[in-house]
């Protein structure tokens, strides 16, 4: 049986929920960008900017997934120190782990804007 993409997702985001970014299906080689850290690369670096915030979660809400081919565009919200942060974000999966990440949000409640 194969796991679809939007599976992967939610693997990822319950590894945020459970506080344990060894269990998110990042690929080696990531590409990341979002409005605090910036354009970014490397499983490692997007592990180590999200153990940051891990202390701050309180808990993940997934809204829906939209899936067309290798991207899955998600709608989610956090919810922890800084209060709601509804997020919008569009991932590239190849082979069963993310290759790619783009999120959308408001980074004011999280830098004190």
Do not use: Q
Not at 25 to 39: A, C
Not at 51 to 66: K, N, T, Y
Not at 85 to 105: K, M, Q, Y
Request: net charge negative.
């Amino acid at each position: 049986m194969n796991t679809s993409n939007s599976e992967i997702i939610e693997k990822y985001l319950d590894a945020l929920r459970k506080k344990d970014l060894d269990a998110a299906p990042f690929d080696v080689h990531i590409r990341f960008d979002n409005p605090v850290t910036g354009k970014g690369s490397g499983a490692d670096d997007l592990r180590a900017f999200l153990s940051g915030f891990l202390p701050a979660i309180d808990e993940i809400r997934i809204h829906r997934h939209v899936c067309e081919g290798e991207y899955v565009v998600t709608h989610w919200e956090v919810e922890g120190v800084f209060g709601i942060i509804p997020i919008l974000e569009l991932f590239r999966v190849r082979d069963g782990l993310i290759v790619e990440s783009t999120a959308f949000f408001d980074p004011r409640p999280i830098l004190g804007s």
